[in-house]
């Protein structure tokens, strides 16, 4: 299969779940409603909706939403100008999938910002269902949505000794941050380029030597081949 094919796969499964699992929390949980995943006591449902950056940061400025939203538009139309280049150059597939899955991340939030405030009503922080309404009959405008989170995983608290200086004393929460696929899509990205970028870029580097010197590959193939015949031939004298 095409790299280019599992590209767009990858980016169409991680929209699609991430998109599928929002529309669902959205409609169907009530603002802060936590659900135990599979009956855990460190993963659950938690609904929260936020106007900021990843993992429920926020960029508190009146015009940080629209500045953020038009940012995240740019940077998807370069990673996708980027993905047209890596294939160009044969790139380690790697890291061509490790870029989609921040691409599919950056998309599904972009969808969020874009048009969740244009067909969503407002999720109540005391009680109450949200409800998708004709496009322009939400509580926002275009490119105000609010992202919608859900994964939440309070694994466990970490005492630090007193001795730490600025945190030390303290009872602190891993992991507390509430996210989305998007979100995880983004980061499994980053970590895969982090984790494997010495392999992907020696991989790139052969693949350029071949490309660039098709000639010295080939010779290089012939002679190989030339010493093992010529062995063999060696070998039938001698015996």
């Known amino acids: 299969m095409k790299k280019s094919y599992i590209i767009g796969f990858i980016i169409a499964a ?13 409609t169907n949980f009530y603002y802060n409603q936590e659900v135990s995943i599979l009956g855990l006591n460190w ?9 900021g950056m990843a993992f429920g940061i926020i960029f508190d400025w009146e015009y940080g939403k629209l500045l953020l939203s038009t940012f995240r538009i740019l940077m998807v139309i370069g990673l996708f100008w980027y993905i047209r280049l890596l294939l160009q150059a044969a790139a380690p597939s790697g890291y061509l999938y490790a870029v989609a899955l921040i ?13 969740y405030g244009l067909i969503f009503t407002e ?3 005391h009680g109450g269902l949200a409800e998708m309404v004709q496009p322009g009959q939400g509580y926002g405008t275009f490119l105000h949505g609010k992202v919608v989170d859900m994964l939440y995983f309070p694994i466990t608290y970490i005492h630090v000794p007193q001795w730490v200086p600025w945190l030390g004393g303290g009872d602190y929460l891993f992991f507390s941050p509430i996210f989305n696929i998007a979100d995880a899509s983004i980061t499994t990205g980053v970590l ?9 870029f020696r991989e790139s580097h052969v693949v350029a030597d071949a490309i660039e010197h098709p000639e010295e590959e080939r010779g290089e193939e012939e002679r190989s081949v030339e010493e093992e015949h010529g062995g063999d031939g060696r070998r039938g004298e001698e015996g």
């Open 43 to 51: 993963a659950f449902l938690r609904f929260v909706e936020n106007e």
């Open 123 to 125: 999720s109540p922080w």
């Open 192 to 200: 895969i380029i982090l984790l494997f970028q010495r392999s992907f």
């Open 103 to 115: 691409t599919a991340g950056a998309i599904g939030n972009i969808i969020d910002s874009a048009f």
């Open 14 to 26: 991680v929209l699609i779940l991430d998109q599928v699992l929002k529309f669902y929390i959205k």
